[in-house]
C-alpha cells in the first residue's frame, strides 16, 4: 500500500482524515496479525535502554503509524512531536464512584451483518481496544486496560478531539460570545478570500461547507498533502514553499458549490472553527479546553495537544488523554453540562448538540455508516431510540453516550484498519447490548 | 557570536554544558536588555493566532535557545521537540503550608566583589528571575512568578536534572542495587570499549572520569558536536552516519589519563549514569524518577524530560518542571528523605551527598567559582559552614538546600550568560542573606 511508504506525519492525518470512508481498498483486518499477536508490550517496541534497531518505533523513517506499531504509537505520540498541555490545574482530582459489574464481560450481541454471537469480552480483542470505561448512572461499571494502555497512561483521542473543539464553540453560543449565523470572515478576516469566509459558524461546525478539497489520498495531487505538509511540526525541507502551520494553509481551501446543502467529513472546518475560537477567546484552543473544561471537571490527568510549527494546536485531531478523563467529560454531556453540583456550562449545549443535525444534508453525503445519523458541532447523533451520539476517531476511538441508558462508553483502541466502518460492527451492537442490559438492571 | 547559527538544538546542549566554565567570551550581561524589556509577555513571542512571523519561535530556525527569545523557550520546551512524561500519578497533590513574609523582598546583600548593597526583590530582576521560592521549615515564605512562569506553568531544569539522575543513583546505593564501586563496564557491556568502561560508579556520579571529550565550542572539532548531533530528536540528515542517540554516542568516548584524580564537568557523565541506572532497574530514568520520587512527593504537576531520537531521556539536561515541585524536592533532602511522616529513601542517600565529593580532585580542575566546594552524586557542595548544596543549571537554575538555616531555594531564571559565574555574584550571597535572616527570625 502506498501509503505505508509516505511520510508518517502525512500517514498520521491522512488516518485521521480517512475516518467514516468506506471505500478504503486493503483486503481486511482479517489478514493482520490480532489483537495478542500484535500486543506492544509482546512485539517490545521501544523496549530496552536503548531499544534494538529493529524495535525502534522514530521520526520519520519508521512509519510510526502503520500497524502494528500504531498500537505503540498512540499511547506515546508526545515522545514522537511536540505537543501543548491541556491542563488540569493543580487541585486535586475527584474521583469517579465504581460499581463494577462483571456480569458485563459475558453480555453477547450480534455483529452488524452477523447472525452469531459475540460476548462483550470478545469484543475487545475483536477491536484491538486500548482501553474501555462504561459507565451507568454516573459510576464506573466496566473497565480494562489493554496494549499499550494503562489507568496512568494517555491514548490519542484521535478525531474526538473535533468533538471538544465543536463542543467549546457551542459553549460560546450558548454565552452569547459566539453567533452561529456570522459569517467566518467577519470573526477571522485572514479568511475573507477562502472558502470559509462565506460559511457560517454554524456549517463550519456542522461540515456542511462545500470545499474544494480533496481527501483522496490515492491522488498524488490531492490537497491533502499540501495540509499536511503545511501542518507538520517538524522542520520543513529546504525548498518547501507553502503555507506554515494550519492557520495559513486554510487561507488556502477554495469554495465548491453552495455551503449548507450537504454535509462533508473535511478536518479543515475543524481547524476554522479552532481559529474562530481562539479570535473569540484570544486563547489557543487547547488553554481554552483547560479553562472551560479540563480544570472544572475533577480530572485526574492532564491532556494534550499536538501542534504545528508555529504552536497552533491540532483541533482537528490532536488530543491526548486519559481513559477516565474522557468518561468524566462523557458524563459531564450526559448531565447536560452539569459536574459535582455545579452547572460547568449552559444546558442548551448539550440539547443543542443532542438535536442533531441536518439528516438531509447528511444523507447527502453518500456515507454508509450511520445511516440515518446527522453530524452536529462535530458530533456524530445516531437519532436511534435512545437518543445516542458519539465523540468518534478513527482506529476505534469513541465516547459514547446513551440518554436513555444513561451510559457512557469511552473505548480508546488500535484497529489495524482506521475507518470506523470496520469497527462499526462489533462496537455499535455491543454498545446496544450493554445499555439494554443496564436498562433492565 | 557564531553559537547562534548554529542548530538551535546544538546551542540547547552546548548551554548545558557550558555550565560553571568560566572563559565565555561574551561582553557581559550589561549589554543586553533587562529582565523588565526582555520580558518575552512584552515581546509577544509566539502570541497572536497564528503568531506573526517576527514573533515565532521554531524549530530549526528561529535559534530558540538564543537571548531574548531562551526568556520564552524555558517554559515552553515541549512545544519545540519531543518529551516524555515523569507521572506524578493520580492521587491529590499535598499543598505546602504558607507563611509568607514580605519583609524578605527587603533584606539587602553586598554582591560578590561589590560594596554596594542590593536587595532581594532587586536581584530577582538582576538575575533575570522567572520564579522564585523560598521554604523554610517546611513552608513557604517568599514566592514569585516573572516573565514566562506562573505557578501553574513549568520551567526547564537543565543541568539541574543531573542533581536528581544523581539522586536517584544514590537511592539504588543506599538500598544496595547499585554498587558504587562497580566498573561500569560489568553493568552495561556496551560501554566496556568506552572510557566509561574501566570508571566506576562513583567516579561517574562524581564526575572524576577522564575523558578524551572536549567542550571547547569555539572547536568545530570539539566531542559536543558529534554529541549533539547523535542526541538531537529532530530526524538526521541523510547523509549522517554517525551514532543514534544518547547511548550510542557514549559507546564512542575514549579515556584520556586516570579516572579519579580530577573533577571535570562533563554532561556525558550523566547520560552513562542514567544507563547505568536504566539498566539497573529496566526502566527509563524518567519512570524511575516517577516512581522513586515524583510520585511519592505529594508532587502538584508531572514533569518531563526531553528525549533523543530513539526515546532515551535526557539525564543530563533534559528535565522541565513546576517550580513548587522542585521546592518539594528541596525539603525532601531537607528532611533527609522524610515526606509527610514517610521515609521515601534511606537517609543515607542525603548525607551522602551532603558530606560532599574529593575538594582536592575538585580544586584540579581550575574551576573559579565555589572555591573549596565540591561535586557529589551530580549535586554542588559549598563546603560552607550552613553545611548547604545545590541543584545548579546554565542561566540561574537552583535548589539551594541550607541545612542550618533549614531553608530551601529554588530559582527558575533566563539568565542572558549560560555560565552560572556571571549570576553567583547577585545570588548566592542573596541566599546566605536570606538565611542569615531566617535563621535570626
Chains 1, 2 share one sequence.
Request: overall charge neutral.
Amino acid at each position: 500500500m502506498s501509503l505505508y511508504r509516505l511520510s508518517p506525519f502525512i500517514s498520521f492525518l491522512l488516518f485521521l482524515i480517512l475516518i467514516m470512508m468506506s471505500f478504503t481498498t486493503h483486503a481486511g483486518y482479517g489478514k493482520y496479525p490480532d489483537a495478542e499477536q500484535s500486543d506492544p508490550r509482546t512485539l517490545g517496541w521501544m523496549q530496552g535502554t536503548p531499544p534494538p534497531a529493529d524495535k525502534r518505533i522514530m521520526q520519520p523513517q519508521s512509519n510510526y503509524f502503520s500497524f502494528p506499531k500504531l498500537r505503540w504509537t498512540l499511547c506515546h505520540i508526545r515522545e514522537l512531536m511536540p505537543t501543548q498541555l491541556v491542563s488540569r490545574g493543580i487541585s486535586a482530582p475527584l474521583p469517579i464512584d465504581y460499581d463494577l459489574d462483571p456480569a458485563i464481560n459475558r453480555i453477547t450481541f450480534s455483529p452488524t451483518g452477523s447472525s452469531t454471537l459475540m460476548t462483550w469480552a470478545d469484543s475487545l480483542s475483536e477491536n484491538y481496544t486500548d482501553g474501555i470505561l462504561v459507565m451507568h448512572k454516573g459510576k464506573v461499571v466496566y473497565e480494562e486496560y489493554f496494549g499499550c494502555l494503562t489507568q496512568f497512561g494517555k491514548h490519542t483521542a484521535m478525531s474526538m478531539t473535533k468533538s471538544l473543539t465543536g463542543l467549546l464553540a457551542e459553549i460560546l453560543i450558548a454565552e452569547g460570545k459566539l453567533d452561529p449565523k456570522a459569517k467566518i470572515a467577519t470573526l477571522v478576516p485572514e479568511l475573507k478570500d477562502s472558502a470559509f469566509g462565506s460559511a457560517t459558524v454554524r456549517q463550519v461546525m456542522d461540515m456542511t461547507t462545500s470545499l474544494a478539497y480533496s481527501e483522496n489520498y490515492a491522488d498524488p495531487n490531492a490537497d491533502i498533502w499540501a495540509y499536511t505538509s503545511a501542518a507538520d511540526p517538524l522542520p520543513k525541507a529546504k525548498d518547501y514553499n507553502g503555507p506554515v502551520g494550519y492557520f495559513e494553509y486554510l487561507k488556502t481551501v477554495k469554495q465548491e458549490g453552495k455551503h449548507g446543502e450537504a454535509f462533508g467529513y473535511k478536518t479543515v472546518n475543524t481547524d476554522a472553527l479552532g481559529w474562530v475560537i481562539s479570535r473569540v477567546t484570544g486563547k489557543k484552543v487547547s488553554d481554552y479546553l483547560s479553562d472551560r473544561i479540563w480544570r472544572r471537571i475533577g480530572a485526574e490527568q492532564n491532556a494534550y495537544m499536538t501542534v504545528d510549527a508555529v504552536g497552533i494546536p491540532f483541533a482537528g485531531g490532536g488530543l491526548t488523554a486519559g481513559l477516565r478523563d474522557l468518561g468524566r467529560i462523557g458524563q459531564l454531556m450526559l448531565d447536560e453540562g452539569q459536574h459535582n453540583g455545579q452547572q460547568i456550562f449552559p444546558e442548551s449545549v448539550v440539547t443543542s448538540i443532542q438535536a442533531g443535525g441536518d439528516k438531509t444534508a447528511f444523507a447527502k453525503s453518500g456515507y454508509k455508516d450511520l445511516k440515518g445519523g446527522s453530524y452536529k458541532s462535530m458530533w456524530w447523533i445516531f437519532h436511534n431510540n435512545h437518543g445516542a451520539y458519539a465523540a468518534r476517531g478513527v482506529h476505534g476511538q469513541t465516547i459514547y453516550i446513551d440518554p436513555v441508558a444513561e451510559m457512557v462508553i469511552v473505548r480508546f483502541a488500535s484497529f489495524p484498519v482506521a475507518s470506523n466502518s470496520h469497527i462499526d460492527p462489533t462496537s455499535l451492537p455491543a454498545y446496544q447490548a450493554v445499555a439494554d442490559y443496564l436498562l433492565s438492571k
